[in-house]
């Protein structure tokens, strides 16, 4: 079972850099409820608030590091890695807070649940970089809907859902925005990468 479930995942994500961010936008039809985008409104003030602590030095550090997480291939190494990188470029505190936003502490296709929920953190985890690293209004709509969509994934997942289209639907959003973004921002390839997956896992068709 799990090697069908990674084969289905592996096969979405091969194809996932031929659909457009406009194809994502077209196909996402359902509309996200409000209570996930005020979360996601306060995640991304902590995001920000962070980015604005952190030094240059730590900014160009931590983007790097995130350019080298797509090569390691699975999630549970990328967060690993994540980790270790976070703990050696933030201060501790900083570190705590990046992880308090990426992780979500304050929450409160074929829809695939436990997949859904790890391909939309880390749309969150590379939203957060590139939030901080290309601070704009569509990096910051595109970190809103990816930390929306993981919101979605975990009360989808609690609640036992057989579906989750709010999930899906966020996530498609959060992808077509970074879409916009591959020419001008380091990391926004990973970040459309990782939520264009969740939009995938999460039920999404292309």
């Known amino acids: ?9 592996a096969a979405g994500a091969l194809g996932l ?16 409820a409000p209570s996930a985008y005020t979360q996601a409104d306060s995640a991304l003030e902590r ?3 962070l980015g604005d602590s952190l030094s240059m ?39 705590r807070e990046f992880w308090n936003v990426v992780q979500g502490v304050n929450e409160g296709g074929v829809y695939l649940p436990i997949m859904c929920l790890f391909s939309s953190s880390l749309g969150v985890l590379f939203s ?6 290309c601070t704009n209004e569509t990096s910051i709509q595109a970190f809103l809907d990816a930390f929306a969509a993981f919101i979605y ?18 996530a498609g959003l959060s992808a077509s925005g970074w879409s916009t973004l591959i020419d001008s921002c380091d990391v926004a390839d990973t970040a459309y990468y990782s939520t264009a997956l969740a939009y995938a896992t999460c039920g999404g068709t292309w």
């Open 153 to 170: 994934a975990n009360e989808c997942l609690i609640s036992g859902a057989t579906s989750c289209d709010e999930a899906s639907y966020a």
């Open 57 to 95: 030095d730590q900014k160009a550090a931590l983007m790097d590091a995130a350019e080298g997480w797509r090569a390691l291939g699975s999630d549970a190494l990328i967060m690993e890695q994540a980790k270790i990188d976070v703990a050696r470029i933030l201060t501790p505190a900083q570190a």
């Open 47 to 49: 995001a920000l608030a």
């Open 128 to 133: 957060m970089v590139g939030v901080i690293g």
């Open 1 to 9: 079972m799990l090697k069908k479930i990674t084969a289905v995942v």
């Open 17 to 32: 850099f031929s659909i457009s961010g406009a194809a994502l936008a077209r196909q996402a039809h359902v509309p996200a």
